[in-house]
């Protein structure tokens, strides 16, 4: 099996777990208290002490160290947009499970992302890893994606999806910083992800995006807010592994044309799914109780 093929799989594995994470965690955290800025270790304390929300942490976990794996196998941008075919396929839980039943919008995103998947899948051939990266072009992008971020908080206006949007942009920041970190263990060992900006870099991205996104689904409706989080993850994510660590389009301009319009396709399809989503991350009625997303 491809490294391509084994990475790519590992992206949809972690995404079903980390999705279905989320229904754990919210029957966990029915209790759980107001996110609050100013004292992070009280609040995540307090959630911690719920054995169902913990149960559903270590679930999440799981899924997002199955989907650092399959950043080691795969490039970034095509791990990115099958962590979005994870949610295709769990969205039918939504309909089992949650008594959801997915709209005529929610299908045509299924339909979407099985659809750009295939298409970038098409002329691949022997695809590489592509962790190789310059400092500075990684240092300027990772820094406009967090000041990006950053911004976005200090506006007033429709403060919910402001949060939900630095929430999305600061996950995907994160992303494009681990997906060096794993270039680095690979080329110069642990030593040197231990001692890398770049792991300073991913650490504050993940943390400021949990607690903004934690807080916006706290605050506002959750369908807007995880599409919000979804989509600036995905933008973020993928213009990453195009520009700064160089992923392949294709070898011919048709093709490259071809896996342009299916990477916007699928934020397109994530964009669909949100209800879906939602209706597992946050079940209608329950929009001040948390869950957890990435």
């Known amino acids: 099996m491809s490294h391509l093929l084994v990475g790519l799989s590992l992206a949809l594995i972690g995404s079903v ?26 609040t995540f304390g307090l959630l911690l002490r719920s054995r ?13 160290a199955i989907s650092i794996a399959a950043l080691t196998q795969a490039p970034l941008s095509l791990v990115q947009a099958f962590l979005i075919g994870g949610i295709a396929l769990l969205a039918p839980v939504a309909v089992r499970v949650l008594g959801h039943r997915l709209t005529p919008r929610e299908l045509a995103g299924i339909s979407l992302v099985l659809f750009a998947l295939l298409v970038l899948l098409v002329g ?23 000041c990006a971020g950053a ?15 630095a929430g999305g942009i600061l996950y995907g920041a994160a992303d494009v910083a681990i ?9 110069h060992g642990i030593t040197a992800v231990l001692t890398s900006p770049w792991l300073i870099a991913a650490i504050v991205a993940s943390i400021g995006a949990f607690f903004c996104f934690q807080r916006a689904l706290q605050s506002g409706r959750p369908m807007p807010v ?11 994510s993928i213009i990453g592994g195009l520009a700064v660590f160089g992923d392949p389009l294709g070898h011919r301009p048709a093709i490259a044309l071809f896996h ?3 990477f916007v396709l699928i934020v397109i399809a994530a964009w669909l799914l949100a209800p879906a989503q939602a209706a597992v991350t946050v079940p209608a009625g329950a929009h001040r109780e948390l869950g957890l997303a990435h």
């Open 260 to 262: 342009v319009a299916a």
């Open 17 to 42: 777990a980390l999705n279905a994470s989320y229904l754990v965690q919210h029957a966990g955290s029915v209790a759980a208290p107001t996110i609050a800025f100013r004292h992070p270790m009280r």
């Open 124 to 146: 691949r051939g022997a695809v590489g890893v592509h962790s190789h990266f310059h400092n500075a072009a990684l240092g300027f992008y990772l820094s406009g994606s967090i």
């Open 226 to 236: 995880i599409a919000l989080m979804t989509a600036g993850n995905n933008i973020v």
């Open 151 to 165: 911004c976005l908080l200090l506006l007033r206006q429709r403060r919910t999806q402001m949060l939900a949007a």
């Open 179 to 187: 997906k060096a970190l794993t270039g680095l263990a690979d080329h």
């Open 52 to 64: 169902l929300w913990l149960a559903g942490g270590v679930l999440g976990m799981t899924g997002w």
